[in-house]
């Protein structure tokens, strides 16, 4: 079959995008065709979720094109583009919490007979939506008080409620159980034999396999192989998501001895509704990879770990039980977390370095009732010299500065309680590649000092060149611990999609 | 002066901190209308009188300071003022019979007026962090609880201090040192130690932290229950020393005493220059603030321009224009 033979519906011809300085895509062709589902994959990081912005309109290509209908269009935002019916599903929602499923639904463009609102036939045709997605949501439900995956259907019958004609969908089934992923499936066959173009991102090479006719797989921001569906296996498709080598951006591996001392044990842990029964232990001087899909329930595991959520489970301290219940308890048996939300809930964003340096530390660098400006300025002297922050005064206020001193920053705030316990929650999020080379020797050398160190990671080189054991968490549960030779990106990409499980069933 | 055109603008020698330095320049502008409407007005009489009178607003302002900072707010201290007044008149009525007129008497009712004021504002404070609930609902409850047992206290009339005690204490308020009344030391002195708690003490440091983002305070292992409560009991002391000079003025309390006061103070400490949403805080804008509006209500007293029953409609335009201001001023950063 020759796929030039049809004017694809939508289309990017030679399509690059660099934020700053940063080129996260180069040179993207990719042509959705009317009726056909077309999957594209990739690891964390490899560009999709730019890709599917820039067809929806959310972002400007630098450079090449997107081509509806065999004309080069420019899309001046989401809006424009459901205008012409493509239609992005986000992976967050984007629905009113407060209004009703039929009001979410004809937001904007409500029905009306004279000046009133026509109830009667929105509901109506709200339920035959709902109903072609075999959903039983009632179309007077508040969005608010719905289930996640029934939040998912009344998003996608929003975006079938339109004239659709290119349908792209970010993940949906993260959120959805079998049966409704299953009810999922016959609404996209419905679509495709209406003639809908469908993008399909997601990680469940299985679901892949069943659901796309074509698949395009991105590695680093390059299309490397586009091909029909029927040719390839879930294994091509996990070779190509990762085939690629270690650069030499990691320090030496130093594992501790198998007699070092467990510092952590965690047994059962849960925060309900999100982790369910994760166990292991952690060793001095271990770096202990967290490596899954984005809401694998990573971060949610080690906030309940260290009290900022309400957790089950067991945790032992050196052999003692421990109830660390919020973020005192754990700073008091030497256990830290570095947040992956460094705005949010990291920096305070408008204060100068030195106070939040040592606003986790403060009591001990201070011990009376007043400040000691002169403890505070040795600590920001410490960071300086010890993480390589760099500012160009020190009085700036901490927002100004870029996003690899924040994180310096952030590391030394923590290490100022000399914690034996060091938890990292994506420590290199949008950071340049030296910067992150002297956080992977930061860690390093924290761990050679016989600190116990945690690293939540979505990016997979970042897991495998570092961690010493990798633990692979999928939809709230530990699918697996890998040691050894087995910690490479096939056999991690093989957990975190659910092509692999352990046998620790029971352990729970 | 001749400005020098440069590729970029040349930094200033020193720079001019507007949020602190706004609040300084209304209040020399205020001087120079006042001396303007009424030569009456830079008299030490008119100028003393003005200040001492700003005095309850000010202590009450310094208290608020914290919890604003701390990202809370705290709507009942006029009420709440009411209701401290009250019992400590009844206390010191019923603590005569035992100890006499004398200043053991006075004395010990105020420390009853400062127990109290800080439990008025445990309360507030433990509602507001153990049950969870929105500071301004809590305080606006309280708010009507405080002033509603006073009515209850007065028997919807008014307590009075017993004259022979109004004879002993009320040199508090109209006598001073060095020529200098007695509330503006206090004043004086309530604004010294709450600048110091604010700057330089872990306390100020962590509602500065926790106003700023409370999230982050969170992660940082900050007891944030206990300061923010902390805030709401400091406050409530400062609204027990407003009265402890408050009530030798008049000898009495009724349920219209510290009507609109929360309106003030609320106002001077934005005037001040402390950010509403909270994470900064100025005391002696705080200060600065109050002194502004007693002064602004004492020239339109002064004057004819405006009636002085507006006056709280001024104040009110004012609280609106000094947000808008330090929005603007926000913006330019």
């Given amino acids: 079959m020759d796929p030039q033979a049809e004017t694809p519906v939508l289309a990017v011809v030679g399509v690059a995008k660099s934020f700053g300085p940063v080129q996260v895509l180069h040179q993207i062709g990719l042509r959705l065709e009317a009726g056909q589902v077309h999957a594209i994959i990739g690891e964390n990081g490899a560009g999709k979720s730019t890709l599917m912005k820039i067809l929806s309109g959310y972002h400007h290509p630098t450079e090449g094109q997107v081509v509806l209908d065999g004309q080069p269009i420019t899309l001046s935002g989401g809006p424009d583009g459901e205008a012409r019916g493509i239609v992005l599903i986000h992976q967050e929602f984007n629905l009113a919490e407060h209004l009703t499923v039929e009001e979410n639904i004809f937001l904007g463009r409500e029905l009306t007979r004279g000046p009133f609102l026509d109830k009667a036939r929105m509901r109506r045709m709200t339920r035959e939506w709902l109903d072609a997605l075999e959903c039983r949501v009632p179309a007077t439900a508040r969005v608010a008080d719905l289930s996640v ?193 460094r705005k949010g809930k990291g920096l305070l964003l408008d204060m100068q370095m030195a106070p939040n340096v040592t606003l986790l530390a403060l009591d001990r660098l201070c011990p009376g009732p007043f400040l000691d400006a002169r403890a505070e300025t040795k600590a920001l002297d410490r960071a300086v010299a010890t993480f390589d922050v760099r500012a160009g005064r020190r009085d700036l206020a901490v927002r100004a500065l870029s996003g690899g001193n924040q994180q310096k920053l952030m590391l030394a705030k923590v290490m100022e309680i000399d914690p034996e316990i060091v938890i990292f929650d994506e420590p290199t999020r949008g950071i340049d590649i030296g910067t992150k080379q002297q956080i992977y020797h930061f860690i390093a050398e924290a761990a050679a000092q016989g600190r116990a160190c945690i690293v939540i990671s979505s990016e997979l080189p970042e897991v495998i060149g570092l961690c010493h054991r990798v633990a692979v968490m999928r939809a709230g549960r530990l699918a697996g611990i890998l040691e050894g030779g087995d910690v490479n990106e096939g056999e991690i990409v093989r957990y975190a999609t659910g092509l692999k499980t352990s046998e620790m069933k029971g352990a729970a | 002066m001749t400005a020098v055109p440069q590729p970029k603008p040349a930094r200033l020698p020193f720079r001019l901190d507007l949020r602190l330095a706004a609040p300084l320049i209304a209040l020399v502008a205020l001087f120079i209308l006042g001396a303007l409407v009424n030569s009456a007005f830079l008299s030490t009489g008119n100028l003393t009188n003005v ?196 009530v030798p003025r008049l000898g009495s309390a009724s349920a219209t005493t510290g009507l609109l006061w929360e309106l003030e103070a609320i106002t001077a400490v934005i005037i001040g220059g402390t950010a509403l949403k909270g994470g900064y805080g100025r005391i002696g804008g705080s200060i600065i603030g109050a002194v502004t509006l007693a002064l602004i209500g004492n020239i339109m007293n002064l004057s004819n321009m405006v009636s002085e029953y507006l006056n709280g409609a001024v104040q009110g335009l004012i609280i609106v224009a000094a947000v808008l201001l330090q929005r603007s001023i926000a913006a330019r950063k």
């Fill in chain 2, 51 to 246: 200040l001492t009178r700003s005095a309850f607003i000010a202590i009450i302002a310094v208290g608020a300071t914290f919890v604003i900072t701390a990202g809370g707010l705290d709507l009942s201290v006029g009420a709440m003022a009411a209701f401290v007044s009250g019992v400590m008149i009844i206390a010191m009525n019923w603590l005569m019979r035992e100890f006499g007129a004398g200043w053991g008497t006075v004395v010990l009712g105020m420390l009853v007026g400062i127990v109290v004021g800080a439990a008025a504002g445990l309360v507030n404070g433990l509602v507001i962090t153990r049950g969870r609930i929105e500071a301004f609902i809590v305080t606006l409850g309280t708010m009507g609880i405080y002033r509603s047992l006073v009515t209850y206290l007065a028997d919807g009339g008014t307590l009075s201090l017993n004259t022979q005690l109004r004879a002993v204490y009320r040199p508090v308020y109209y006598e001073g040192m060095l020529g200098i009344p007695w509330p503006l030391w206090v004043l004086a002195v309530v604004g010294a130690v709450g600048a110091m708690l604010l700057y330089f003490t872990r306390f100020g440091r962590y509602c500065f932290a926790i106003g700023s983002n409370e999230d982050v305070a969170r992660y940082s292992a900050i007891n944030i229950d206990r300061i923010k409560t902390l805030t709401y009991v400091l406050q409530g002391v400062c609204v027990a020393i407003a009265c402890l000079i408050y």
């Fill in chain 1, 149 to 341: 995956s029934d939040k998912q259907m009344v998003e996608i019958a929003k975006a079938t409620s339109r004239r659709l004609r290119v349908l792209i969908m970010d993940e949906p089934t993260a959120v959805l159980t079998p049966t409704e992923a299953a009810a999922l499936f016959r609404l996209i066959d419905r679509l495709k034999a209406q003639g809908v173009a469908i993008a399909y991102i997601s990680h469940k090479l299985d679901e892949v396999k069943a659901v796309a006719d074509r698949v395009t797989v991105l590695r680093d921001g390059r299309l490397v192989a586009s091909r029909a569906a029927a040719e390839l296996s879930q294994d091509d498709m996990a070779h190509l998501m990762v085939g690629r080598e270690l650069a030499d951006l990691y320090p030496a591996k130093a594992p501790p001895s198998a007699e070092a001392e467990v510092v952590l044990e965690v047994a059962g842990l849960g925060v309900p509704g999100l982790v369910e029964g994760v166990s292991f232990a952690l060793r001095r001087g271990e770096i202990l990879g967290f490596a899954g899909l984005i809401g694998a329930g990573r971060t949610e595991l080690v906030e309940g770990l260290v009290g900022l959520r309400p957790k089950t489970g067991r945790v032992r301290r050196r052999g003692r039980e421990v109830a660390l219940r919020d973020a005192r308890d754990a700073v008091a048996e030497r256990i830290v977390y570095l947040t992956e939300d």
